[in-house]
């Protein structure tokens, strides 16, 4: 067992989760005030200071960690086989054997890709070993397709009764604001994507699991090569999303290397789903267009017609995810990947969507803010190290990704029609 480690196991750990308790108490004040929609300045200085507070009480903190609460000592630790080195494979495996199914939290998992990633997981895993959780209220059909909990990623007790009650050993982190969304609530954003990934990093190293955060195309900013991003180079996101997606690339590497988490991680490009709908991405408007395709003949699109930015089919996206959750870890050369499928503009996805709908009119209204975070991002992605690892390869070029939209939300629209 190494000296670091050693060393997190008494003192840093101890403290991360006496802090802990304030800090995710802080944190879900500060979301519950938010969502009053007080203004950031009011609620700036009440938070700072509070943040200070549990600052200073760590600093003042012993090495031995003995003003730490009886409850906080009792889950300080990180077991023996969990502070192994990092380069010792053995750990990746410390919860989860090869007979065994893994034990699946999979959290914000009521957006547009958790639930197809429970029912992919699902299928290989069995139903009860995949638990679905989100602060929103499931529907019917959710809530009746597997389990389904309520987790807020800002409550750190609770996350953690949830993974050492039901005895998780891979966690899927998708509780994210978007990068639309972000820019309209920053203080949200800041909280929910940084505060949120730091308590979800700390049960996940607590307790062994293998942890998968997906990153985006938005962590890349103008200063990146555009055409095409490999997977190192320059990241100067000018978004809060790209800024803490950033964040999480290198606090889940530094986690990795400094205490041997099994963290993973995809660079996502923007993904289009059929049956579920996006949650404020700047992309939205590539699965808009399909919908309104199909149901009005109309589109109005928030970009401009010559906006080049990859993009994905979600069973492509799924898929990737489950096979770098699955890579055996001498395949993985790096932690945090480019995953990518195809790239295309408003204009060129209009055209093959007028291959099949003729008659569709698409006009366009550009949203500055969209504009310009699309202008800043990748419009190729360089995936060639996923390719070569981990044998990732896309399914889904833009031709099948038209003609399989316009199936489902043809057909969808049909059933609605009938009934
Ligand atoms: N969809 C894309 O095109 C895309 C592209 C790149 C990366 N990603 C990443 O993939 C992940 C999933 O994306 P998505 O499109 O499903 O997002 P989404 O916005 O559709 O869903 C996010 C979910 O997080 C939940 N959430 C918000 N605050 C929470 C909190 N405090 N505790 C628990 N849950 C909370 C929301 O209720 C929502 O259901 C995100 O991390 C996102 O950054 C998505």
Known sequence: ???????????????????????????????????????????????????????????????????????????????PRQVTSASDASFHSVSFSETDHPKVLITGGLGQLGVG???????????????????????????????????????????????VNNRITWLVHYSALLSAVGEANVPLARAVNITGLHNILDIAAEHG??????????????TSPRNPTPDLCVQRPRTIYGVSKVHAELMGEYYHHRYGLDFRCLRYPGIISADSQPGGGTTDYAVQIFHDAVKTGKFECNLKPDTRLPMMYIDDCLRATLEVMEAPVETLSMRTYNINAMSFTPDELAQEVQKQLPDLQVTYNIDPVRQAIADSWPMNFDDSNARNDWSWKHDYDLPELVQTMLNFIGSDSQVAQAS
């Open 117 to 163: 990633l429970a029912k992919l997981l699902r299928k290989r895993f069995g139903k009860n070993n995949v638990i679905l959780s989100d602060i929103r209220k499931p529907p019917t059909h959710v809530f009746h397709s597997g389990p389904f909990i309520y987790s807020d990623i800002l409550d750190y007790k609770n996350l953690r009764e949830i993974v």
């Open 1 to 79: 067992m190494s000296t670091q480690h050693n060393q997190f196991d008494r003192r840093d750990s101890a403290l991360l989760k006496e802090q802990r308790g304030e800090a995710s108490y802080t944190a879900r004040k500060r979301d519950t005030l938010l969502s009053f929609q007080l203004t950031y300045w009011y609620l700036k200085m009440p938070v700072v200071r509070a943040l200070s507070k549990v600052a200073k009480k760590a600093l003042l903190a012993p090495v031995c960690g003995c003003q730490v609460s009886a409850v906080a000592v009792r889950h300080v630790s990180f077991s």
């Open 209 to 222: 699991l293998r942890l998968f955060v997906p990153s985006t195309i938005g962590a890349f900013g103008p």
